[in-house]
């Protein structure tokens, strides 16, 4: 796998905010409360995974942190400046988000990590030449840039996956957010989608993930944290989530690990 290390040229121009702290956030449905009192912090360059039931508010507390879902208690902070203070572009400068789900947009590769360059434009709103030179360089570094004129809905389910991280790759932001993104991905294409996400948070990235599957999130992130009935009850690195028993307790399964040349490998076995 090569190397993104070209990403760092562009840190001079990246927010110095990589970093975020999700403080004692509360957030909910009308009276449903769904988040109550939760505590995160997501260290720059470091990978951090949201695990938990289906229901336990993963997706809300995403939300809540791009923006696009109130907060009723807490604070966010982003490089120590509240999010509520960023404007909606700021936050984008900041904050990379790739969508669950597999709707596919009607637009070429090239247009959609072109459209990460949006919270830069001023009016009229036109892409200019370095907004083009941005996206070349971000599809070059996933190595797409020979599919910039296919149409997204011709891609596989991981070549699409790329189009979207160098649209956050364009966009420039320190920290980027993906709910579930193996879903769609064959096993091929997982153990690719794990490499890169090390490649990133190598490269400088914060990110935060949703991931059902918890050996890969054990393989991959530097923290793991637990969600369940709206409050985090567990953060700890993989060996910690090892030995936590945190898995029994939310999946009634127990995760083990086994040193292999290729490092730690973990996996579950279901509790009789
Ligand atoms: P997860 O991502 O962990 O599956 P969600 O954050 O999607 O959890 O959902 C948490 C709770 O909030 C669930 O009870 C769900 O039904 C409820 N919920 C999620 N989205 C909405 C919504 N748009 N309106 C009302 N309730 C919602």
Same mark, same amino acid.
């Given at each position: 796998?090569?190397?993104?290390?070209?990403?760092?040229?562009?840190?001079?121009?990246?927010?110095?905010?990589?970093?975020?702290?999700?403080?004692?956030?509360?957030?909910?449905?009308?009276?449903?409360?769904?988040?109550?009192?939760?505590?995160?912090?997501?260290?720059?360059?470091?990978?951090?995974?949201?695990?938990?039931?289906?229901?336990?508010?993963?997706?809300?507390?995403?939300?809540?942190?791009?923006?696009?879902?109130?907060?009723?208690?807490?604070?966010?902070?982003?490089?120590?400046?509240?999010?509520?203070?960023?404007?909606?572009?700021?936050?984008?400068?900041?904050?990379?988000?790739?969508?669950?789900?597999?709707?596919?947009?009607?637009?070429?590769?090239?247009?959609?990590? &072109? @459209? /990460?360059?949006?919270?830069?434009?001023? !009016?009229?709103?036109?892409?200019? %030449? #370095?907004?083009?030179? =941005?996206?070349?360089?971000?599809?070059?570094?996933?190595?797409?840039?020979?599919?910039?004129?296919?149409?997204?809905?011709? &891609? @596989? /389910?991981?070549?699409?996956?790329?189009? !979207?991280?160098?649209?956050?790759? %364009? #966009?420039?932001?320190? =920290?980027?957010?993906?709910?579930?993104?193996?879903?769609?991905?064959?096993?091929?294409?997982?153990?690719?989608?794990?490499? &890169?996400?090390?490649?990133?948070?190598?490269?400088?990235?914060?990110?935060?993930?949703?991931?059902?599957?918890?050996?890969?999130?054990?393989?991959?992130?530097?923290?793991?944290?637990?969600?369940?009935?709206?409050?985090?009850?567990?953060?700890?690195?993989?060996?910690?989530?090892?030995?936590?028993?945190?898995?029994?307790?939310?999946?009634?399964?127990?995760?083990?690990?086994?040193?292999?040349?290729?490092?730690?490998?973990?996996?579950?076995?279901?509790?009789?």
């Amino acid at each position: 796998m090569g190397k993104i290390g070209n990403l760092k040229e562009g840190k001079t121009q990246e927010a110095e905010s990589a970093m975020v702290e999700i403080r004692n956030v509360s957030a909910g449905y009308g009276k449903h409360r769904v988040l109550d009192g939760v505590s995160l912090t997501l260290q720059k360059g470091q990978v951090t995974t949201l695990i938990g039931e289906n229901g336990s508010g993963k997706s809300t507390l995403l939300k809540v942190l791009l923006g696009f879902h109130p907060l009723t208690g807490g604070k966010i902070l982003i490089g120590g400046v509240l999010a509520e203070k960023l404007k909606r572009s700021e936050l984008a400068k900041n904050i990379a988000y790739l969508p669950q789900g597999n709707n596919v947009p009607d637009i070429t590769a090239g247009r959609m990590v &072109l @459209s /990460g360059r949006f919270p830069y434009l001023s !009016y009229p709103r036109r892409y200019g %030449a #370095q907004d083009i030179e =941005v996206a070349r360089r971000a599809m070059e570094q996933m190595r797409i840039l020979q599919y910039s004129d296919y149409p997204m809905s011709q &891609l @596989s /389910g991981g070549m699409r996956q790329k189009v !979207y991280i160098a649209m956050a790759l %364009a #966009q420039q932001a320190g =920290v980027i957010v993906m709910d579930e993104p193996t879903t769609y991905l064959d096993i091929g294409q997982q153990a690719k989608f794990a490499a &890169l996400v090390r490649e990133l948070s190598g490269a400088g990235k914060t990110l935060l993930l949703v991931l059902h599957d918890l050996p890969l999130a054990l393989k991959i992130s530097d923290k793991v944290a637990a969600l369940s009935a709206g409050k985090i009850i567990f953060c700890g690195s993989a060996k910690e989530t090892v030995r936590s028993k945190i898995a029994e307790e939310l999946y009634g399964v127990a995760v083990k690990s086994v040193p292999t040349e290729a490092g730690e490998q973990y996996y579950y076995e279901l509790l009789s």
